[in-house]
């Protein structure tokens, strides 16, 4: 049986290619096609990934008390609360229909975190990029640079053929789950359920340092109002936009909690660093709670939110404190392409992207 207790973080667990710096100059260039790509049909500069938002929301993260002396680490060392900034996405880097189901995204911005940064990480925020699955679709930069080329390749392809293929990948991707299966590809391309995106559990996928130790870290719903939606059917065909008006009615009428949970990392060989498609075995090491969010009822999408947050924020794991530092070779990349990212969209939609000390900093 393996022990239980945590590994502490060392530098050392962390085994870097060689070949990283090759690998990261053909994301900036293939993530710089697609945002090229797309500001031209567009006439404004979104993002190369996740560009489509479906919910734009302000809340509160408040650390639990009592927790674990292993769990009480970093952010979340001592009890307190903070505002947080949470945007709902799904993956692609072109805007499309939601009928092009494909998987979803949580990013947050926790602000007025305290404590030493990660080198360059102004301000004084604390960002998790998450998306709804346990693991990444691929284990390695260099091999997420052949996907994300296939991207950039049919960025452009007309919507109706993309619809068409969501819904053949959907039909395939309920045989294999009545089958007691998934296909992280065939839901990656377009073959993700049909489901209401506000039931989701969100997942870092990739690890980070947690203090002493290193961790993933989940944020699942809680609140009544929330888990009913788990798994709940929703019909977008002929709404373009349906996750987003089904994520404004929501909050229109419902505050949403949802608890954030960290899975600690106690196994070496089972738990790869480096491998980012493997799921760490909740069985070996369970997510538990440290914090809870609580966003109240709102105006979940607005002209003012999609300047504030879309235009004005940049998430990236790597804007955050030392004892967060993200880990593996995913997140790696992502030090290195997602500030040229954010970058290409201040510079064409000439909006300055900071890192807010409040809310009323942010816009909000």
Not at 158 to 164: S, V
Not at 208 to 224: E, H, I, L, N
């Amino acid at each position: 049986m393996p022990d239980a207790r945590p590994i502490p973080y060392a530098p050392s667990v962390e085994t870097p290619r060689p070949d990283e710096a090759e690998t990261f100059e053909g994301m900036i260039a293939t993530f710089a096609k697609i945002q090229g790509t797309t500001l031209k049909d567009y006439g404004h500069a979104v993002r190369g990934v996740h560009a489509k938002g479906h919910g734009l929301l302000t809340g509160r993260l408040e650390v639990l008390t009592g927790l674990d002396p292993l769990l009480a680490q970093g952010l979340f060392a001592k009890p307190g609360t903070h505002d947080v900034v949470l945007r709902l996405s799904t993956n692609p880097g072109d805007i499309l229909d939601d009928s092009v189901s494909t998987p979803r995204g949580l990013a947050i911005k926790i602000l007025g975190v305290e404590g030493e940064r990660l080198p360059g990480a102004e301000g004084s925020t604390q960002d998790f990029v998450m998306a709804n699955a346990p693991a990444f679709v691929a284990p390695d930069a260099k091999a997420f640079l052949k996907s994300l080329k296939l991207l950039a390749a049919t960025t452009d392809t007309p919507q109706i053929f993309k619809k068409a293929f969501s819904a053949t990948l959907r039909g395939v991707e309920t045989v294999l789950e009545a089958l007691g299966t998934k296909s992280a590809t065939v839901i990656a391309l377009g073959g993700h359920p049909e489901t209401h995106i506000l039931g989701e559990t969100f997942f870092s996928q990739v690890p980070v340092r947690w203090g002493d130790y290193v961790a993933k870290v989940a944020v699942a719903p809680v609140s009544p109002e929330l888990t009913a939606l788990t798994d709940a059917a929703l019909n977008v065909n002929g709404k373009p936009n349906g996750l987003r008006e089904a994520v404004v009615a929501f909050f229109a009428e419902h505050e949403g909690v949802w608890e954030v949970r960290a899975q600690l990392w106690t196994n070496a060989e089972t738990m790869p660093i480096e491998d980012a498609s493997v799921p760490w075995s909740e069985a070996e090491s369970p997510y538990r709670a440290v914090a809870r969010i609580t966003v109240p009822r709102q105006e979940a999408w607005s002209e003012g939110k999609v300047k504030a947050i879309d235009d004005g924020l940049a998430f990236s794991p790597w804007h955050g404190l030392a004892a967060h530092q993200p880990l593996g070779s995913i997140m790696r990349a992502r030090r290195a392409v997602y500030p040229k990212s954010s970058g290409f969209r201040a510079e064409h939609n000439r909006c300055p992207i900071h890192e807010p000390g409040s809310l009323a900093q942010a816009g909000l």
